[in-house]
């Protein structure tokens, strides 16, 4: 049974892109259902439950961490992979501090989006390569505060 996934994003040239490339790399997965905003991911949520969730931070209506939180008091256990083009910690730190699993931007390779939609499905944490500085400068500033 191939992965299903829910894609979430006001662009529909986004979504058109992102489906061919689950179409194209990701032979073990099919795109059930898409939604153009917040809203729509809920009430798609509540028909066709997803495998994993694929949402844009920044949607009209309702935002994707909005509705990201609001689908899983839903749906708990819910798996969601934010895919954004914003990079700030304060973003990152919110989006996992939601429920998240993953958090991907826009310009990952098409391998690294298959692999994050992946990771989620299979219960891990994925984070862009391009953010592990991230991680790295929240490990130091916490060394350096327990000191």
């Keep these: 049974m191939p992965i299903r996934i829910v894609l979430a994003d006001d662009h529909t040239v ?9 179409n194209r790399l990701g032979k073990d997965m099919e795109v059930t259902g898409e939604a153009g ?16 969730y694929v949402v844009d931070i920044s949607m009209p209506g309702l935002s994707g961490l909005e509705a990201s939180a ?5 749906q708990p256990g ?3 992979l934010i895919l954004t083009m914003y990079s700030e910690q304060a973003l990152i730190d919110r ?4 429920g998240v699993h993953g ?6 390779s098409p391998e690294d989006i298959v692999r994050a939609i992946r990771d989620v499905y ?7 390569p391009e953010l592990s500085g991230y991680i790295i400068k ?10």
């Design 95 to 98: 989006a996992f501090q939601e």
């Design 70 to 74: 609001r689908l899983l008091k839903m």
């Design 14 to 22: 986004v979504r058109n892109g992102i489906r061919s490339i689950i």
């Design 138 to 147: 929240k490990m130091i500033n916490k060394r350096s505060s327990d000191t």
């Design 78 to 80: 819910s798996k969601i």
């Design 122 to 128: 299979n219960g891990r944490y994925y984070l862009s």
């Design 37 to 52: 905003d917040g809203l729509e991911l809920l009430e798609i949520a509540q028909r066709l439950p997803a495998d994993v």
């Design 103 to 108: 958090y991907v931007l826009k310009d990952s």
